[in-house]
Each structure stands twice: as C-alpha cells, then as structure tokens.
C-alpha cells in the first residue's frame, strides 16, 4: 500500500489558495478558490495546477522558505565556487559553503532540497490529475508538457547537487522512497525534457511570458548532454535553439538586464519577481540587489544594499579593463552628495537597472535560468570536443565580439580566440562563462562538471581548497533521519 509522498495533494490547494489571492498572477490566472472535492475538473483547474508549480520557482509565500530560484539556489552555486564569498553574519549557512566546510546540517542546502521537492510533487499531480480534465485538447497538451518541462529542470538542478536521491514521478509514493542512481534519473530528466520539446516556440503577446518553450527545453536538454559529455547530442540540440530563430544576443551586454528586456530576444527560461513585466510571477520582489549592491549606496539614497555576497578580487581582475561586462556586472564608485567619487572594493551590480529601480531595494529584474549566450558558448564547448576547431571559435568569438562593444565602440584589446589547441580552449570556454555568467548560479555547476573545483577555487580564495567531496553536496541530516533509505555522499 502506497501512501502520500512528504508533498502531496494538501499542498496543491495550498499553493491554490495563496495563488487565488494574487491578482496579477496571469492572463489565464483561475479566478475562484476552489477546494478538495471540486478541484481537477475545469480547464482553469488544469491552468491554476501547473501555475502552481511556477509559483515555487519564485514565491517566498510558498511555504517557510524561499522559493527555488528566489536566492538561495544561485548564492549557493556562486559562493561554492570562485566566483563570490559571503560576507553577513545573517548567513552562516552560506558562509560554510563559501568556505567549504559545510556540511548535512545547513539550512541553505535543506531550504534547496525542499523546495525542489516541493515543486517536483506539484508536477507529479499536474501530471496525473490534468489528462482527466475534459478541455480543449491543445491546451491540456500543452499544460502536461510544461509540468513535464519542470520536473526535468528541477531533477537535472538536484541530481547535479546531490547525485543519488529519491525518483519521485507519482502523485502517491512510499514516505520513504528508495534514492535512484544517477543514472536514472538522468534517463529521466532526459524523458521530461524530450516531452516538452513539443511545447509552443513562443506565446502570443502578454499571454505567456515566463512559461517554457520547446527553445526552453531543447536549451536546458543541451545543458544536460553537456554534463553527461554526450558532445555531439548537445551540439544537436544547441543548434536547434539557433535554428529556430527565436533568440539572438543583445548587441550591448548592458542591455542583456535591462528591465525592458525581460522576456526579450536573449531570454530563453527566466523567472519573474517583482511585477515581472506581465511574467507568471508571484508577488515577492528578487533578491539581488539586497544580496549584491554595496552597502555605501546609502549616500545614493539606495536603503537595502547589503552586500551580503561579493565578488572575489580574483574574478573581478581575471575581466580586460575594456571587456563591456566588467563595467556592466561591478560597481566600484560611489558618487557621494558632495560630488566627490569614492573608490570602494568591486560589488556585483549587474541586476540594478538604475533608470528603472533608482531606489535599488527590491528587484523586479528576472532570474536568467538560461539565456541565448549560454547556448552558443555550449555549442563551442561541444564542437571543440568533437574536434571541429573553426566552429567552436566561430561561436565563442559571438560571445567574445560582444564583450568588445562598449554601446557606441568595438574595443579590440578584448581579442578573438584564434587557434587555440584543445586544452587551451577548454580553458578559455570555462574562463569566458565565468565572466559571462557571474552571479547567475552557473559557476559551481561548471566547475564540478569540468573537474576543476580544486585547482581554480585557492587562486580566488588562497587558503580555502576543495576536497573531492565538494564535487558534490551533502544531503540534508533531516532529510536522513527522516528517510533511512537515503545514503550520505562520501566524505560528509
């Protein structure tokens, strides 16, 4: 006899309840609340179902913590990494991962693995529950394949973290699942991916920003391959993306976090905070300009800068003084009242849209879970493994060129990679997403699929070097006490 798995249906209505109250959820937001004995019969049921699941992608309103992507996800993959450190005494969680002595108990890693399992169940349902509801057969198609798309991001995010964990897909399961391998659940966030491929390439104006597309999907499957090193199936997939015509590189990297161009040409899969600009948000304002800016902002009149995480010196210096994207991702002046310029350490500012959000406190700004650069330095990834050298220059220089535009002038100190060898140009795709995808919960995924984790992390923290444990995290000590099936990753 199965029973209910540690998420389950009340959780739905929950999720329902909260998102009934939310006026300005979606076009196609359900408009009543609705309880257990009536609910999964109507089309809107079906819509608020799978909303339910973007909903814990964002909401700090779900449950106790934040939702998946809120903060605590990319301030983890940054901060166990080289890329940034924690400096609040308000974190401590975090602060042992910058440090790398964390371990089973921390809140940022239980907070991670709860929230994705919570989002993961809500998929389950939607999976199940919405194939009965008589509506237009399009769009329930359409809705399936979404929850599909969700469940395959969210496994791929939590079987790179922990690798062995429980393979939840029923919308019953044992309150103690078996953990699966790796392997299958791999298998299976492949499956997920494939399924949503069929979804639409984009959505009419202001009826679905936000949602996952078939670019979505074949984007996120090409990330996939490139962990799994399957060269030549990520390069398949990348090009697809290219070849739908769907998305393109702003010309200025500055434009790339503009809050106008959220949802716009480079956008692949973000999610929405703030007002979203009519995406399928929540209602919880982001994080990272709280987390990011500087504290001495304040003679800005900017209030909520804290500076909770901060970029290492080694990452800022590893920027050409000409590469667009350091002015763009750092702030290092503070313009005081008296009209004197103050030079402060490098504070990561790449989400303040100043013209949009002169106060800088919340962030309306979107969170980038993928966006185009991102496949086409994959795609030159993939080819330099295949050992088709013209084509990955080809496609990192698209990445590079950009970083030489300065929003009037090309600056060609900022060179095109020419020639490199094999070894060489891994070393310069790696180097170019860290300076491309600071901040934007990339690094620790790329140095720990790349294996890199131990010789790149002391050059930007000297004393602090990574075991071969950190190549993967630890699962959280409540959820082994609640489950005595799951098995510790070695080393914690």
């Keep these: 006899m199965k029973k209910f798995f540690k998420y389950s249906l009340p959780l739905l209505l929950t999720a329902i309840t909260v998102l009934s ?50 903060s605590t996800f990319w301030v983890i993959a940054g901060c166990a990494s ?33 929230m994705h399992y919570k989002a993961i169940t809500l998929a389950n349902i939607a999976i199940a529950r919405i194939p009965g509801i008589p509506m237009d057969p399009a769009l329930r198609a359409r809705l399936i394949n979404e929850a599909h798309f969700l469940r395959g991001l969210l496994y791929f995010d939590m079987v790179r973290m922990f690798s062995s964990i429980p393979l939840v897909l029923q919308e019953q399961e044992p309150l103690t699942p078996d953990p699966a391998t790796p392997a299958a659940i791999y298998d299976q966030v492949i499956l997920d991916l494939t399924a949503a491929e069929d979804l639409p390439l984009s959505y009419a104006p202001g009826a679905g920003r936000g949602r996952a597309t078939s670019g979505a999907a074949k984007a996120i499957l090409a990330k996939v391959y490139l962990t799994l090193g399957r060269w030549q199936d ?15 590189l702003w010309d200025d990297f500055a434009d790339v976090f503009k809050l106008s161009s959220r949802g716009g040409k480079e956008a692949i899969f973000s999610v929405g905070f703030g007002d979203a600009g009519g995406a399928i948000i929540f209602w919880e304002v982001g994080q990272f300009n709280v987390r990011l800016l500087p504290p001495q902002l304040a003679v800005e009149g900017v209030q909520n800068s804290q500076g909770w995480q901060v970029p290492t010196q080694n990452l800022y210096d590893d920027y050409d003084p000409e590469d667009r994207r350091r002015t763009v991702t750092f702030i290092t002046d503070i313009h005081n009242p008296d009209g004197t310029i103050t030079t402060i350490k490098p504070y990561i500012q790449k989400y303040w849209d100043r013209a949009a959000e002169p106060q800088g406190n919340g962030s309306a700004n979107d969170y980038p879970v993928i966006r185009y650069a991102d496949v086409l330095l994959m795609l030159a990834e993939a080819n ?23 929003g009037i002038y090309e600056h060609y100190a900022v060179l095109d990679y020419e020639n490199l060898s094999k070894e060489d140009f891994r070393a310069a795709v790696l ?38 444990k950190h190549y993967l995290f630890p699962i959280p000590q409540h959820e082994m006490d609640l489950n005595p099936k799951l098995v510790q990753n070695s080393g914690y």
């Design 234 to 248: 990520c390069a398949t997939k990348c090009q697809e993306v290219i070849n739908s015509n769907q998305y393109a």
């Design 384 to 406: 330099n493994e295949l050992g088709n050298s013209a084509d990955a220059h080809k496609y990192i220089n698209m990445v590079r060129k950009r970083a030489r535009f300065d």
């Design 82 to 114: 080289d890329e940034m450190v924690n400096e609040s005494i308000f974190w401590p969680d975090i602060d042992q991962i910058s440090k790398f002595v964390h371990g089973p108990i921390n809140n940022g890693l239980e907070e991670t693995w709860t």
């Design 21 to 70: 109250s939310c006026k300005k959820f979606l076009a196609e937001d359900p408009k009543n609340l609705v309880a257990v004995t009536n609910f999964y019969k109507t089309e809107n049921d079906a819509v608020a179902s799978v909303n339910a699941i973007y909903s814990y992608l964002n909401s700090t309103s779900t449950g106790s913590t934040a939702g998946v992507y809120h």
């Design 431 to 468: 180097n170019e997403r860290r300076m491309e995808f600071t901040a934007e919960g990339q690094r620790w995924f790329d140095l720990a699929r790349t294996h890199t984790l131990e010789t790149l992390v002391p050059l930007a923290k000297p004393g602090i070097t990574p075991q071969q």
